[in-house]
């Protein structure tokens, strides 16, 4: 049985459950993957901590940044899986998002995500830097997908010159 990845990222994720519906075998184990990033609750409970004091924990922010986190991959993880409609592994992670995704990546017979940087060109800015990240690291085979149609090649970066 094959194992398929589909990286799930807001404003993104439709298109890979469509092209995991569309490109994974019917026998495949499918996991639905969302990486929340780990740094932005740590900061808030360090701004906490350093600019409010400690001794007051039911005020501290982080803990409702990671709670409100945690229900929006939640959320964002039921949507792709009823869209998907089929069974699937819902998986949440926290961390270094693009490092995540590699790691999750490995043994799997293919990982899809979506170009997330300039949809609006063709040519290498159309990665941001996890995507581009993942794209260089990911240990398995790719599918990577325009979250919407792709520009025309008009778009095309010029060629370099020559000397």
């Known amino acids: 049985m094959s194992s ?24 495949a184990e499918i996991v639905l993957l969302h990486v929340t990033p780990g740094d932005v609750p740590g900061a808030a409970h360090g701004a906490f901590a350093g600019l409010l004091g400690r001794g007051h ?10 709670r409100l986190a945690a229900e929006s991959a939640g959320e964002l993880l039921r949507s792709a899986a009823d869209r998907l409609g089929r069974p699937c592994t819902r998986t949440e992670r926290t961390g270094h998002v693009e490092r995540e995704v590699v790691a999750a990546a490995e043994g799997c017979d ?14 290498p800015h159309s990665l941001g830097p996890a995507s581009r990240f993942v794209v260089d ?13 792709s520009p025309g090649l008009s778009t095309l970066p010029p060629p370099p010159p020559h000397p």
Not at 4 to 27: L, M
Not at 60 to 65: E, F, K, L, V, W
Not at 139 to 149: D, G, I, K
Request: charged residues 25%.
């Open 4 to 27: 398929v990845v589909v990286w799930i990222v807001e404003g993104t994720w439709p298109a890979c459950v469509d092209a995991a519906r569309a490109h994974a075998p019917a026998d």
């Open 57 to 66: 924990r039911e005020r501290d922010p982080g803990a409702r940044m990671e």
């Open 110 to 123: 293919l990982l899809i995500l979506a170009r997330d940087g300039d949809r609006t060109h063709l040519g």
């Open 137 to 149: 690291h990911a240990p398995c085979p790719m599918l990577l997908v325009w979250p919407e149609s």
